[in-house]
């Protein structure tokens, strides 16, 4: 019996048929930039997105990372959620690498930045203070889309104050599908977007930076200076473009069976809480009942993120069909059940 894993989307593993499309892959050099299937998903995706250029990086965070020194200076500042992920997920790597101040404001419930609290928190121009130069916005965030109307609003307040909008796309297209919208629609706003390809999407490594031709640039120097510069990635890259192909729309599948699954738990006794946002179901038990929620689970084969917080958050993606969600659903009803 199968693991059934629902730690994080990151956990997916590639189809056969992306296997197959990363088997004929054709590569070059991606440091010399003549890897063809590289510059084929970044061009693919600045264009999909109204963008200028694309560059392929390793990862989401380090994505994020050069996106931020690519806007910032050393002693600049950029303003960011308070639990965001390039804030408190990404080992503070603005500030340690880029010497990049972060000024962090408490997110809202539907994950947005309070734009008369951000406003506030723009420094004025005076050798006292780090210089504001950029927000810096999550979308998703805890599986909530950003409101679109929210998105242009914070455009404005960045023209009004001379400040640039880089989004951290992670799961861009969990918002777009979930809105109903082209994910331009969302992209529309912004200076620059990180895209993560493996998350959701499927592919087993990746994102893709989108901005303008200097920017970009300059991020790449960036990439390399951190270690990100990759040769024959074109293998990586061909798993991205199958995703783009082949794994957008089915984002819907996954938010359809998240809204199951939290509707199946909502009648399960000990479970309070249930929440559901896209593709993620969140839930709290009691701290006490963990270590047996933890043991029953695994013994039917099925992960979870389960520390000593009463809240769990439960991520449904492509490895994750109906049967295994009503394991799930049996495993927290035999653990009511005592």
């Known amino acids: 019996m199968d693991w059934i894993d629902l730690r994080s989307d990151t956990v997916t593993r590639p189809t056969s048929a992306m296997r197959a499309a990363m088997l004929d892959a054709q590569v070059g050099d991606d440091v010399y930039g003549d890897d063809p299937t ?12 109204g963008f200028a250029a694309g560059l392929f990086l390793p990862s989401g965070t380090q994505s994020n990372l050069v996106a931020l020194m690519a806007h910032c200076a050393r002693g600049d500042e950029y303003i960011v959620g308070m639990d965001a992920h390039t804030y408190k997920y990404e080992g503070g790597g603005a500030a340690v690498l880029g010497s990049i101040q972060p000024q962090p404001i408490p997110q809202a419930d539907d994950g947005t930045l309070p734009l008369d609290a951000v406003e506030r928190a723009i420094k004025p121009d005076d050798p006292h203070f780090a210089r504001t130069r950029l927000l810096c916005l999550e979308d998703t965030w805890h599986g909530r889309p950003l409101p679109l109307d929210y998105l242009a609003a914070a455009r404005a307040l960045c023209d009004r104050h001379g400040l640039a ?3 951290d796309g992670a799961r861009l297209y969990n918002a777009a599908v979930a809105g109903k919208v082209p994910a331009r629609d969302i992209t529309r706003h912004f200076d620059s977007v990180s895209v ?6 499927g592919a087993p490594v990746g994102s893709v930076l989108v901005g303008s031709g200097a920017l970009v640039e300059v991020a790449r ?3 390399k200076v951190v270690g990100g510069g990759m040769r024959q990635a074109g293998i990586l890259a061909a798993a991205g473009l199958h995703a783009l192909d082949h ?5 819907a599948d996954d938010h359809a069976r998240a809204a199951r699954l939290a509707d199946a738990l909502r009648g399960v006794a000990g479970v309070t809480a ?6 993620m179901v969140f839930v709290e038990v009691a701290r006490e009942r963990l270590p047996a929620l933890r043991a029953g689970m695994e013994s039917r084969r099925v992960r979870l993120s389960i ?3 009463p809240q769990l958050r439960l991520v449904l993606h492509l ?13 927290f009803r035999a653990w009511a059940a005592g």
Do not use: I, M, P, Y
Request: net charge negative; glycine share 8%.
């Open 247 to 251: 794994h957008v729309a089915r984002l």
């Open 38 to 49: 590289v510059n084929a998903l970044q061009a693919r995706l600045a264009d999909e997105l």
């Open 221 to 223: 120097r960036w990439r």
């Open 274 to 279: 249930v929440a559901q946002h896209t593709n």
């Open 196 to 201: 993560c390809l493996s998350k959701g999407l």
């Open 319 to 331: 490895d994750v069909d109906d049967a295994g969600a009503q394991r799930v659903v049996d495993g």
């Open 165 to 167: 909008l880089h989004l």
């Open 307 to 309: 520390g000593d917080a």
